[in-house]
């Protein structure tokens, strides 16, 4: 579990040790304060699949994020900050609004905000969870009008999300690796439920986007099937998509990933077979993605009830006797 305490360093460093840890605890920011002299602050963070868990004890401090710093780190990310002890005043895309203990709001890293952490005579507590941005995105039927929003204990979802949230940050550290991926996956999904969709007029649009990604994903692995290494990993990074999102928009249409490349692969096999009787079925099966003849083998007979030699014989006989018509 990384740590950093500036009550490490002399006061007259403190401040400037603060802002490094800010750059290598989050992303790339910029923080400034009212008042001189000493500067203490302790951060511990912890990783739960790709959500990095930071808790935050601080005196009061300004933080920035311009386009200065985004440009010099151009992480594409969520911050979802939760106040603990101590207000924030955010200011992000337009919107200004004050965050008080035991709610949260969300910051987009790509765009600028300021963040300015208050509580006269006391230390200012934060917990702060780094989000992928293609793990959040979406779920959001806005993402634009749900960033800088103030989430709070007023509706049940909020309140759910804010106590989970709470006991991640305090659990982090203790979660077994193997739970990882499904704490995360509660998280992203409570965070993302608080923040909305809230107008059913958003629905139908969501649904041809998901229809529109999808298409453009089929499409996408009809061209590329044939690499051996095209993987659920590829195309995540190809289209900004988590691997839970992918799988989630194929099980929409009855499909998976595996399903929907296999068949493509044999019916490319096929076609060749039928084009180039000549050619060694294993060229043409090593040529359109698959690396294991055993496996070739066995999937293409169970998709066309034939072994490829046997429908090879009968491609040959069926061209022959087209030939003699």
């Not at 311009?66 to 207000?87: A, K, L, T, W």
Request: hydrophobic content about 40%; some cysteine.
């Amino acid at each position: 579990m990384p740590q950093w305490n500036t009550e490490d360093y002399k006061p007259a460093e403190q401040f400037g040790f603060w802002r490094e840890v800010l750059c290598e605890a989050f992303i790339a920011l910029n923080s400034t304060r009212d008042f001189s002299g000493g500067f203490k602050a302790h951060v511990a963070a912890d990783l739960v699949d790709t959500v990095n868990v930071c808790r935050l004890v601080t005196d009061e401090h300004i933080v920035l994020r311009s386009h200065q710093e985004i440009s010099r780190m151009p992480r594409d990310c969520y911050f979802v900050n939760m106040q603990i002890e101590g207000d924030v005043h955010v200011r992000h895309l337009g919107k200004q609004v004050q965050i008080r203990p035991s709610q949260f709001y969300v910051v987009d890293s790509a765009e600028p905000y300021e963040l300015i952490y208050r509580r006269p005579g006391g230390r200012v507590r934060t917990f702060s969870f780094r989000i992928p941005k293609a793990l959040l995105a979406p779920q959001l039927a806005s993402a634009h009008r749900t960033m800088g929003v103030a989430v709070t204990q007023d509706t049940a979802i909020g309140a759910l999300a804010i106590d989970f949230l709470k006991s991640l940050a305090l659990q982090s550290g203790s979660i077994p690796a193997a739970a990882h991926p499904t704490t995360a996956r509660m998280a992203v999904d409570l965070v993302a439920l608080a923040l909305g969709p809230r107008e059913p007029q958003f629905a139908p649009l969501q649904q041809s986007k998901r229809k529109a990604m999808l298409d453009s994903i089929v499409t996408y692995i009809d061209h590329n099937c044939a690499e051996a290494e095209l993987s659920i990993d590829v195309v995540c990074r190809r289209f900004g998509l988590s691997p839970r999102t992918l799988h989630r928009l194929f099980e929409s249409e009855g499909l998976t990933f595996s399903r929907l490349t296999t068949s493509r692969r044999l019916s490319k096999c096929a076609e060749a077979i039928r084009a180039r009787p000549d050619t060694p079925i294993s060229t043409i099966a090593f040529a359109n993605g698959f690396n294991d003849l055993s496996s070739f083998n066995r999937q293409f007979r169970r998709h066309f009830d034939l072994t490829p030699s046997e429908y090879r014989d009968k491609a040959i006989v069926e061209q022959s006797d087209g030939g003699r018509k």
